[in-house]
């Protein structure tokens, strides 16, 4: 180790992989020395044969030079300024090994320009003042274990993309103030807890939904500057609404001035064909073994979490990066020293990730978007677990997409779409997804996937709602489903909030929100949700009528009786079996129909009462005692 690394310790921890506030260090930061502006600029290039500084306040051909001062690539820049420089534009001049000239963006830059040019912009200095200290008390009371059930609390999530929730009547984005002041009583109206944005870190190409970043530390600037970003998150926290970002450490876009061989040669990416590249994607993967890539990566995360008040990150196709066969034919990938397909390295920087995390951020959300079985996912690190404590479960989402797509003719052969998901359901602590992925690219908007007449298909979503948000696990909904839209999601316009004009997609919005606020006010819907003891089958297996019911259990002992009907025909003088109870009454209808108690009645067969359930629909009772309380 060299002298300059061992007296600089940031240097040593980066280069270790255990320096996980990065972004404090590299990139470019301000101190104030008098009346002189102290501006440091650090990167890492280690393949460089020189690195300078160009920018608007220097020269933007040969520039200054940097300094290497690690020899494993750090290289910096002390540049004293009488001037304040925040807001102007910069880039890295790397001279690589085969004299080529290339002009990146700062890896850590935490403002850039959007857009194809990708040049870094000093920040500005951030004068904001948060008022969200009641909401991380709230945050901290939910996010946790209560009589021994963990995250018992409601989370009801909506997922939106910024760039085409709404916009202005000229087609221009709105910025994060204007947006925060349309969602924050819209999300709160609708019931929600939590909203969930698609990713908001600089990316060039708007078609990417913002899944390929370039400029990881810098929200786009498409919507406003690094304090309007803050403003946003803090009005949803000062209305009770926790924010959750998505966030892409697998891999990221070949654009000259991003990360894409940053120094000439492999860096940021693994070196090897076997794993360097996604054909799909036409992305480039992280090189999760190397530790300054893992100190970026954590150092990310950390930054979003602490400097944004971020309550969580959805963390984007982990499945890429736990398997070394992902996106590659036999043949054109590399056996792990154990002779199968597990990228160890990759596993190994989720326990990493999870566990800083939460070591600073105890009751943050880490999500995984996970499609495999792969085991323990949300599982501790202790236990040999990822680490995660939710994860989307897309094996109910894909089951539950084809049943309703069907004909309810043929729903019959398909009826382990309903019930099969339980068999797996307390494996890993899941999110219930409709989301933003299911609706493009032909796959059809959420009501357009049923079959049916036009007035059939509202039925049927109002039914598959009720599914979702009575089943257990937690929730996420994509913006535009809960009223309906037709039109498959386009991320270049606005959602088609005119169709709030038709009295059935408005209808289908106000049922949305009074489902949503039902959910928030019974426990039983949430408390038990990993917990095998708070579902309980009543009939499963009524394939031929298309129709499920299920008891949902209050840690209390209170529970809901759940019946949904999937047929397209009536189902008269349904029989359902209760327990002993004074009365039953009807508490949630999905057509909205006003119901009166039924007094149960007994034969050889024990307590039961009869009610009729319409084609596509649903409802949730409650048995009341004598004392007009829940029977327990």
């Not at 004293?80 to 534009?89: E, F, G, M, V, W």
């Not at 963006?105 to 904001?128: E, M, V």
């Not at 946790?144 to 760039?163: K, Q, S």
Request: hydrophobic share 35%; glycine share 8%; aromatic share 16%.
């Amino acid at each position: 180790m060299h002298l300059e690394e061992k007296n600089n310790l940031p240097v040593y921890y980066f280069h270790e992989g255990t320096n996980y506030s990065a972004y404090e260090y590299l990139g470019c930061n301000l101190t104030r020395d008098g009346d002189k502006y102290i501006y440091s600029f650090r990167t890492w290039a280690p393949n460089a044969r020189a690195v300078s500084l160009v920018s608007e306040f220097t020269d933007w051909d040969r520039g200054i030079d940097l300094k290497r001062i690690s020899a494993k690539g750090v290289w910096e820049l002390i540049y004293s300024s009488d001037t304040d420089l925040r807001c102007k534009a910069y880039k890295f001049r790397i001279l690589t090994q085969d004299s080529r000239v290339l002009y990146k963006g700062d890896p850590y830059a935490r403002f850039s320009k959007s857009g194809s040019d990708g040049a870094s912009l000093i920040a500005p200095d951030s004068n904001f003042e948060w008022g969200d200290s009641g909401w991380f008390k709230h945050r901290a009371d939910t996010v946790c274990v209560r009589d021994g059930e963990y995250l018992a609390a409601p989370l009801n999530i909506y997922e939106v993309h910024l760039g085409s929730f709404s916009r202005h009547e000229d087609g221009s984005f709105l910025s994060y103030r204007e947006l925060a002041d349309e969602l924050v009583p819209y999300v709160k109206s609708m019931g929600y807890t939590h909203i969930e944005l698609l990713p908001v870190m600089e990316f060039p190409f708007d078609g990417s939904w913002g899944y390929q970043v370039c400029a990881l530390y810098a929200p786009t600037s498409r919507f406003g500057d690094p304090d309007d970003f803050r403003y946003f998150v803090d009005s949803m926290h000062r209305a009770g609404i926790g924010v959750i970002l998505d966030w892409v450490p697998a891999h990221f876009p070949k654009d000259g001035w991003g990360l894409y061989e940053f120094d000439g040669q492999p860096l940021y990416e693994y070196q090897g064909d076997d794993r360097k590249e996604s054909r799909s994607w036409g992305t480039r993967f992280f090189d999760l073994g190397r530790e300054e890539v893992q100190c970026f990566l954590i150092s990310n995360a950390l930054y979003w979490l602490g400097e944004f008040h971020a309550d969580g990150l959805r963390v984007d196709a982990v499945s890429s990066m736990l398997y070394l066969d992902y996106d590659r034919s036999p043949g054109e990938w590399i056996p792990n020293k154990y002779g199968d397909n597990r990228n160890l390295e990759a596993i190994a920087f989720l326990q990493k990730l999870n566990s800083a995390v939460f070591a600073k951020f105890p009751d943050a959300l880490m999500v995984a978007e996970e499609s495999t079985s792969f085991e323990g996912v949300t599982h501790p690190v202790s236990e040999g677990g990822l680490g995660f404590n939710l994860k989307w479960n897309m094996g109910w989402a894909n089951d539950f997409y084809k049943y309703i797509a069907l004909d309810s003719v043929y729903r019959k052969y398909h009826h382990d779409a309903l019930n099969f998901p339980i068999m797996y359901a307390y494996r890993e602590n899941y999110i219930l997804p409709i989301s933003h992925d299911e609706v493009v690219h032909g796959k059809c908007s959420f009501i357009n996937k049923m079959s049916g007449t036009y007035e059939e298909k509202f039925l049927q979503v109002r039914a598959s709602l009720m599914m979702m948000m009575t089943y257990p696990g937690k929730k996420l909904l994509f913006m535009g489903t809960e009223y309906g839209q037709f039109r498959e999601w386009n991320f270049s316009d606005s959602l088609e909030w005119f169709m709030l004009d038709y009295p059935m997609h408005y209808a289908l919005r106000e049922y949305t929100a009074s489902l949503n606020r039902f959910y928030l006010e019974n426990p039983a819907l949430w408390e038990k949700d990993f917990d095998p003891s708070g579902f309980t089958w009543i009939y499963p297996d009524l394939k031929e009528q298309n129709l499920i019911a299920f008891r949902r259990n209050a840690i209390c002992g209170d529970s809901l009786i759940v019946v949904i009907s999937f047929s397209g025909a009536d189902n008269n003088d349904f029989r359902l079996p209760v327990g002993e109870c004074e009365k039953i009454s009807f508490v949630f209808d999905s057509n909205g129909a006003e119901r009166a108690d039924i007094v149960p009645e007994h034969d050889e067969g024990g307590r039961y009462i009869k009610f009729n359930i319409p084609k596509f629909s649903g409802v949730i009772l409650k048995e009341i005692n004598t004392q007009g309380n829940i029977e327990l």
